[in-house]
């Protein structure tokens, strides 16, 4: 089964320097049907102007995934973790049992992020951060595991969580399977461009809830970059 949540429907907030669209429940969007997808608890579609952002604030208990499309993101939190991750690259926070952090653009142009959430198998521990360079070339034609929260995934950003998130980059016309549990909730997202997901088209930023399907294939139908959660 395949559920289209096309961007256009999308709840969301243009607080100026931020523009944020939500795929489920999240701040004042609130809708008690969309609360999430399984263990997937926020899927944020953010542009951030210039010189702004998110001044430090808590979070505990969950995994955070920044998976950035333009421009790059700044981070700074209680545990000393400063870092900037620009568009290709992954950084991830497992907020355990508490952490405040503050993520800023400091750009001179407007940046773009999916900021997902990942609800993790167990509360508390040590919160952690980290961010790695997953160049767009190496994963052209293919899904390539970005964060995991299973060990065989060794090139993959540690999550603490039963999911992954992966993503690829298609050429017009390009396919790329996966074959998921079909107990599992997955949940997919071209950043850029439109494809077809089993005979489903998914045009860009929109969502694709995607639950009971033994295989999935994703044919780009123009030049697409896109984000897949394979969650419980």
């Known amino acids: 089964m395949i559920e289209l949540r096309p961007f256009a429907k999308l709840g969301g907030a243009d607080h100026g320097w931020l523009k944020a669209k939500h795929h489920f429940s999240f701040a004042n969007y609130y809708d008690p ?13 953010d542009e951030i102007q210039s010189n702004t952002g998110f001044p430090a604030h808590p979070h505990k208990n969950m995994e955070i995934i920044t998976y950035v499309r333009d421009g790059a ?17 992954v950084q991830v ?25 990942i609800e993790p198998t167990q509360d508390g521990g040590q919160p952690t951060w ?8 190496d994963r052209s034609g293919k899904l390539v595991t970005i964060a995991s929260g299973f060990a065989s995934d060794v090139d993959a950003l540690p999550i603490r ?33 439109s494809v077809e997901v089993n005979g489903v088209r998914v045009n860009a930023r929109d969502g694709a809830a995607i639950s009971d399907e033994a295989t999935l294939t994703i044919t780009a139908l123009e030049d697409s970059e896109l984000v897949l959660v394979d969650a419980a």
């Open 130 to 137: 980290g961010a790695k360079p997953f160049p767009k070339s």
């Open 161 to 193: 969580a039963d999911a992954r998130v992966l993503a690829t980059t298609l050429k017009a016309g390009e396919s790329a399977e996966y074959a998921p549990d079909k107990t599992r909730h997955l949940y997919l997202v071209p950043a850029v461009g």
């Open 33 to 45: 049907a969309n609360m999430g997808h399984g263990a997937l608890r926020v899927w944020n579609d």
């Open 73 to 89: 993101i700044t981070h700074q939190d209680s545990l000393g973790n400063n870092g900037r991750t620009e568009a290709g690259d």
């Open 93 to 117: 926070m497992s907020a355990g049992s508490g952490v405040r952090h503050s993520e800023y653009n400091l750009e001179p142009g407007t940046t773009r992020i999916f900021q997902i959430w």
